[in-house]
């Protein structure tokens, strides 16, 4: 059998998994008019399949973990229907979300390709199909490429076959982790710290800007990210900070109007993320509020992905990205105020290494001890309460088998007990929301869902009431 070594930072996300936290990507598309499974298998045979890391298994060694392929593979395994459970008077969606749910909570068969597909053949007049993969295999950006490939006229993943190629597929760590992490060990090493000589025997960095100018200003800024990840203190305890049960429960709602987003933005003097995000801060502070747990004075912080990785190299799969972590003002009431405060939070991480030192925390802790590992992501845990994604998207909608992809949400994984996913997707023309909590910290999500739509129409307000372009006041 072929097999090659997983990467340090794909072995950490395939340990990750635990009874509260599965590290599952987990996404839905919904299709219109209905697709059959036969055609459905045909279509992921001669598309998903050409990405090589889809017919493999993962073996476990005393070295870490290795791809290999799976000489048993059968597509039928992976690519099955489920039938949409409806209690009387549930919707269709709330059953779809309900079966959502129960997939993100079941772990995939570790003697197989860690990916399934489930087609539910009739839903709202067409079909859906609930995706899981697990994030050992590739990051969001990738499976977005992955995904795109699957569509009708989708392009093809490169062919891997010159030795030179596949030298390029590390190239974060050898052009950019290594270097950084060279840096920062450097200026920590000013300070006469003695754990840089363990982490430097780890890491063996090369050090190709010491002695000069950019060295200095660079090895400043990643002192000062390396103490403040370090240093950051426990996030602000609410009713969605705390160990979950496992069980998990999903809400999306109808998308909004891009385009109307953009404008509110320009008049605000702000980004679409700045919106978006200010939306979902004050989504979850009414939501808080209304339940007796005041965040008046409070912020939370959400780690949110950030790419690490040249576009057209999403093909390659694996992980790479790095965590940042943006702080929410759940506190402020006023929707102008917070989207301004949103708007300065991001503008402090533009420039900012911590993305690069989290991927460099997240490749060393491959190499240590499951429980070594365990312990140092339950300590970064400990600083958030949420996990965030804002992906842009196709601007028209896809063809699937000759249905049209009308519908698309999607959740990443959170390590530790963090168990609030929050997921931006924009799609089609329109803005999708979608999240996924733990049931013991949020019972029903869509409570929290329903709310974005108000906070946005605050914003749009006050922009309708602004100045247009050469209008005195």
């Not at 009387?88 to 709330?94: C, I, K, M, P």
């Not at 990916?115 to 950006?141: K, P, T």
């Not at 102008?336 to 490749?363: D, T």
């Amino acid at each position: 059998m072929a097999s090659e070594r997983m990467s340090r930072v794909d072995t950490s996300w395939l340990r990750m998994d635990s009874d509260v936290n599965l590290m599952m990507i987990v996404g839905v598309w919904m299709v219109a008019p209905k697709v059959k499974l036969e055609e459905v298998r045909r279509r992921y045979a001669d598309k998903l399949l050409k990405y090589e890391r889809f017919r493999q298994k993962v073996v476990l060694d005393a070295m870490g973990a290795s791809w290999v392929d799976d000489d048993d593979f059968d597509i039928a395994r992976h690519v099955g229907t489920v039938k949409l459970e409806r209690r009387r008077g549930q919707s269709e969606r709330a059953a779809l979300q309900a079966l959502c749910g129960r997939l993100a909570a079941t772990p995939l068969d570790p003697n197989r390709p860690l990916w399934q597909f489930d087609l539910i053949e009739d839903y709202e007049g067409g079909s859906a199909i609930v995706v899981r993969i697990h994030h050992c295999i590739a990051d969001g950006i990738a499976l977005i490429s992955v995904m795109l490939s699957l569509t009708d006229g989708g392009s093809d993943p490169p062919v891997r076959s010159a030795p030179a190629e596949e030298a390029h597929e590390d190239w974060l760590s050898e052009s950019v982790l290594r270097p950084i992490t060279g840096i920062a060990l450097k200026a920590i090493d000013m300070t006469g710290s003695g754990v840089v000589r363990s982490l430097e025997a780890l890491a063996h960095p090369a050090q190709p800007l010491l002695g000069s100018v950019d060295m200095v200003r660079s090895g400043v800024q990643v002192l000062q990210d390396v103490a403040a990840l370090a240093l950051l203190p426990d996030d602000s305890r609410t009713l969605l900070k705390g160990k979950g049960s496992g069980r998990k429960v999903v809400a999306w709602n109808d998308p909004m109007p891009l385009d109307v987003v953009k404008a509110v933005g320009k008049a605000l003097g702000c980004t679409i993320n700045d919106v978006l995000l200010s939306c979902v801060t004050g989504a979850i502070g009414s939501w808080l509020r209304e339940r007796g747990d005041d965040p008046a004075g409070k912020e939370i912080r959400a780690m949110v992905p950030v790419n690490l990785r040249p576009l057209e190299r999403a093909w390659q799969l694996g992980n790479r990205f790095g965590l940042a972590p943006l702080v929410l003002p759940i506190g402020i009431a006023n929707p102008v105020a917070r989207v301004y405060a949103v708007h300065r939070r991001m503008e402090e991480l533009k420039g900012s290494y911590q993305p690069l030192l989290a991927f460099a925390i997240l490749s060393m802790t491959g190499l240590f001890a499951k429980p070594v590992q365990d312990a140092v992501l339950g300590m970064f845990a400990k600083k958030a309460t949420a996990v965030m994604t804002n992906v842009p998207g196709p601007r028209e909608p896809l063809k699937f088998c000759g249905s049209t992809l009308r519908q698309t949400v999607f959740w990443v994984p959170a390590s530790g007990d963090i168990g609030v996913h929050v997921s931006i997707l924009s799609y089609g023309g329109g803005v999708q929301f979608a999240l996924m909590t733990d049931e013991k910290l949020c019972r029903e999500p869509q409570a929290i869902i329903d709310r974005f739509r108000s906070e946005f129409e605050q914003l749009l307000l006050v922009a309708m009431m602004l100045p247009w372009p050469g209008q005195e006041i």
